[in-house]
T-cell receptor
Framework: AQKVTQAQTEISVVEKEDVTLDCVYETRDTTYYLFWYKQPPSGELVFLIRRNSFDEQNEISGRYSWNFQKSTSSFNFTITASQVVDSAVYFCALSEGVGGYNKLIFGAGTRLAVHP | DTGVSQNPRHKITKRGQNVTFRCDPISEHNRLYWYRQTLGQGPEFLTYFQNEAQLEKSRLLSDRFSAERPKGSFSTLEIQRTEQGDSAMYLC????????????FGDGTRLSIL
């Protein structure tokens, strides 16, 4: 069965620290997609990144970077030099579905608190 | 801004009443999804439309729940005879076709059952 595990429930850091959010997934599909979303206190889920199962290149976008490793079924997210505005709940998600990869399966989320 | 719009933002109702939520997707998105999120959890998939066709329904969607997308544009989610356990945030998302297309979410409708 498809499943996404985010073992870290809450993380607290001081501004400018680097922080890594872990995500482990399970799927029997050979083709799948992985996503990260941010949910700030306002509540709206904001799309951050998408990765397909055939592309294991790491990606960097500003202070954000993602490490995808199929061998360990992990898709970890690192924020470098964290800022207070990074405080939010972060969700990792797996896209699966017959014939079109429709629904997202979310992890339980990691709440990140960045203190000044 | 032409993001996903959901109404109402909050709904408080008594147990046993019927409620209906509306979602207006991004205009060029033909796929529309409903999710439910309870406190401290990630969103859980409820149902999915491609244009006006409802293509998948979760087992979470009991007989009291019904969703429609009559003209392939906006969608409604109705809950009949609400129960305490229905209290949650109901999220709508839309996307372009294709498995790798990200889903864009609305602000959600928070349902509270008294």
């Amino acid at each position: 069965a498809q499943k996404v595990t985010q073992a870290q429930t809450e993380i607290s850091v001081v501004e400018k620290e680097d922080v890594t959010l872990d995500c482990v997934y399970e799927t029997r599909d050979t083709t799948y997609y992985l996503f990260w979303y941010k949910q700030p206190p306002s509540g709206e889920l904001v799309f951050l990144i998408r990765r397909n199962s055939f592309d294991e290149q790491n990606e960097i976008s500003g202070r954000y970077s993602w490490n995808f490793q199929k061998s360990t079924s992990s898709f970890n997210f690192t924020i470098t030099a964290s800022q207070v505005v990074d405080s939010a709940v972060y969700f990792c998600a797996l896209s699966e579905g017959v014939g079109g990869y429709n629904k997202l399966i979310f992890g339980a989320g990691t709440r990140l608190a960045v203190h000044p | 801004d032409t993001g996903v719009s959901q109404n109402p933002r909050h709904k408080i109702t008594k147990r046993g009443q019927n409620v209906t939520f509306r979602c207006d997707p991004i205009s060029e998105h033909n796929r529309l999804y409903w999710y439910r999120q309870t406190l401290g959890q990630g969103p859980e998939f409820l149902t999915y439309f491609q244009n006006e066709a409802q293509l998948e329904k979760s087992r979470l969607l009991s007989d009291r729940f019904s969703a429609e997308r009559p003209k392939g544009s906006f969608s409604t989610l109705e809950i009949q005879r609400t129960e305490q356990g229905d209290s949650a945030m109901y999220l709508c998302a839309s996307s372009l076709p294709g498995g790798n297309q990200p889903q864009h979410f609305g602000d959600g409708t928070r349902l509270s059952i008294l």
